[in-house]
């Protein structure tokens, strides 16, 4: 993560150099590791499917990263306990009205 704009906007630069501006939807410790779901920063109103980004911190030469996660079942486990989580968090927000 080279900068970070607010509580939910940061910037990561790929291997290749290239920046992308995200929004953090959710930060999660999930099997004593800590994952990112991130969603492009600036997207089309009329987009109604949301493509979410899950990455995990990893530390390399002392310093923590994002990484992509390359076992399929560990980024299928961390997606789907973190769909929960966010909408449990809906459905709960949803009770309160």
Do not use: R, W
């Not at 991130?38 to 990263?65: C, H, M, N, R, Y």
């Not at 079942?73 to 997606?79: I, K, N, T």
């Amino acid at each position: 993560m080279s900068e970070q704009f607010g509580d939910d906007i940061i910037t990561i630069t790929d291997e290749d150099g290239v920046e992308y501006v995200l929004e953090v939807l959710a930060v999660m410790e999930i099997d004593g590791s800590e994952y990112y779901a991130l969603v492009p920063a600036e997207t089309d109103d009329s987009q109604e499917d949301l493509e979410v980004t899950i990455l995990k911190v990893v530390e390399e030469a002392g310093e923590e990263i994002l990484c992509a996660i390359e076992d399929e079942a560990e980024l299928e486990h961390v997606y789907d306990v973190m769909m929960q989580e966010l909408y449990s968090d809906e459905d709960t927000d949803e009770d309160a009205e």
